[in-house]
């Protein structure tokens, strides 16, 4: 063979080599095509998964907010019914208090009539000086006697007060502090 035919030969071998490096170089380039698509299908999957996590995480944050908020809120409605059953207690007590003045003035009024018609049988006896000291006398206290029958109204809506303020005051206990959870 002559120098020109191996030339030629090794000339065809290295065409068919670069052939197939070629051929080999554009199934490698296809491949990595594929994988540069399945990566970047995978970080906008991974970019969708940490903006839900992102989002998740604000609206936990938001949530956790709002809930102290409310707990604020509530602790405040506490101390609000606890100030509003202090001031219910603190009525009941004044009522008490009315109520034993109210006995005091009965008894004023019971010793009060019971010194007019004394004072009254004075007059009646002493005839025509009944005008004087025990006649005007006898009219203040008979006047007086009168007002019993305003204090018993006070004593009567006294009483229906205290019963209103009483049954409010369970009802505000009951409704306010449920059972064995207070606030």
């Not at 030339?7 to 290295?14: D, G, S, W």
Request: hydrophobic share 40%.
């Amino acid at each position: 063979m002559s120098k020109m035919t191996k030339l030629k030969e090794r000339i065809n071998v290295a065409f068919e080599l670069i052939e197939g490096i070629t051929h080999k170089a554009n199934k490698l380039n296809d491949e990595v095509g594929l994988q540069a698509i399945a990566v970047k299908e995978s970080a906008l999957a991974t970019r969708k998964m940490i903006d839900t996590f992102k989002s998740t995480s604000d609206l936990s944050l938001q949530q956790l907010e709002e809930i102290g908020l409310l707990f604020e809120k509530v602790t405040h409605i506490e101390w609000t019914m606890k100030d509003t059953i202090q001031a219910v207690q603190d009525i009941s007590q004044s009522m008490d208090s009315i109520d034993s003045a109210i006995k005091v003035l009965r008894s004023i009024t019971t010793n009060t009539n019971l010194m007019s018609m004394k004072e009254a049988i004075q007059a009646t006896r002493a005839g025509a000086t009944a005008h004087g000291f025990d006649g005007t006398m006898a009219r203040l206290i008979n006047t007086l006697g009168e007002l019993h029958v305003g204090r018993s109204e006070v004593a009567f809506n006294m009483a229906a007060l205290r019963e209103l303020t009483s049954s409010f005051q369970s009802q505000l206990c009951r409704n306010v502090f449920f059972d064995g959870d207070k606030f």
